[in-house]
């Protein structure tokens, strides 16, 4: 069996950049699941922060085995590279017909590097129900800088997204997406296994470039959100062209010439 990493194409990292987030359905085994739901209401023990990847987890262990998964671990080359930093892990638990929605927020302070970012890893062991209160999360608000619960006074918008789907889901995120766990109305207790990690090489270049020219990854590039503001969702697009000029290492690149109107410098005139 071929256990090689299976990398994201170029039209998976363009959705990436234009949404903050990515979902890979049903990719761990019924097995594994099985055996992460006792694991996780047990408790994961804590890695200290800023373990190398390959030190965090021993091979045998629960966590190193759903990370070793091809897509998985495909998936998380491609947006962070090798040998990323564990920044931290966390079980999220919520009791059937228990607890309150968390506000909407960011799980960073405002974060000013254009060049970087830390990737969330959200996985769920079994089915979320939209009764059970699976995370929601709105699309294409990574890039727009708050502080953490800043958005907390916001209840809805607008093509926000509430996670419903199928056991064994892993859900990669930005880490400045304003997200939020909803309430569990259901009878089931509902499970959510999280890892955050700090990429520790330059995020350029590091997927499956075969289809970098697919027209597809412009139209995803592209994608407008319910939500954004006639005029200042504009900023969202500013910031997705910057973002991937750094990934891709192109400096021209550009969405309808929004960085290129306000990156020309006049030149003194010469007679």
């Known amino acids: 069996m ?12 363009a959705r990436f950049v234009a949404r903050g987030s990515l979902r890979l359905d049903a990719v761990v085994p019924a097995d594994l699941n099985a055996e992460g739901l006792g694991i996780l209401a047990q408790g994961v023990p804590p ?3 800023g373990t190398p990847l390959s030190q965090a987890y021993t091979p045998d262990s629960f966590t190193a085995r759903l990370l070793a998964i091809p897509q ?13 930093l564990v920044d931290h892990h966390a079980v999220h638990i919520r009791e059937p017909r228990c607890g309150d929605a968390q ?18 890893l959200m996985y769920y062991p079994q089915a979320v129900t939209l009764e059970m209160g699976g995370t929601l999360s709105v699309p294409g608000s990574h890039l727009r800088r708050t502080n953490e619960t800043d ?3 916001y209840q809805n918008l607008r093509g926000q997204d509430r996670l419903v789907c199928p056991a064994g889901t892993v859900v990669f995120l930005h880490h400045g997406i304003w997200h939020g766990g909803r309430r569990n109305d259901s009878d089931t ?3 959510m296994f999280k890892i955050r990690f700090n990429p520790t090489v ?32 504009r900023l969202e697009f500013y910031n997705r062209a910057l973002l991937w ?27």
């Open 72 to 84: 998985v671990e495909g998936a998380l080359r491609s947006l962070v590279g090798p040998e990323p």
């Open 202 to 233: 330059r995020q350029r270049l590091l997927w499956d470039t075969s289809d970098l020219n697919d027209p597809r990854v412009r139209s995803e590039l592209g994608i407008a959100f319910p939500w954004y503001e006639q005029a200042t969702g």
């Open 189 to 191: 207790t509902r499970y």
């Open 151 to 153: 958005t907390g006074r």
């Open 47 to 49: 890695v200290r922060y």
């Open 245 to 271: 000029r750094e990934l891709t290492g192109d400096p021209d690149f550009d969405l309808d010439h929004w960085v290129t109107r306000v990156s020309n410098r006049p030149q003194e005139a010469t007679s």
């Open 2 to 13: 071929d256990n090689k990493p299976i990398l994201l194409n170029s039209v998976q990292m």
């Open 103 to 120: 506000p909407l927020h960011a799980d960073a302070i405002i974060d000013v590097r254009p060049d970087a970012f830390d990737v969330q």
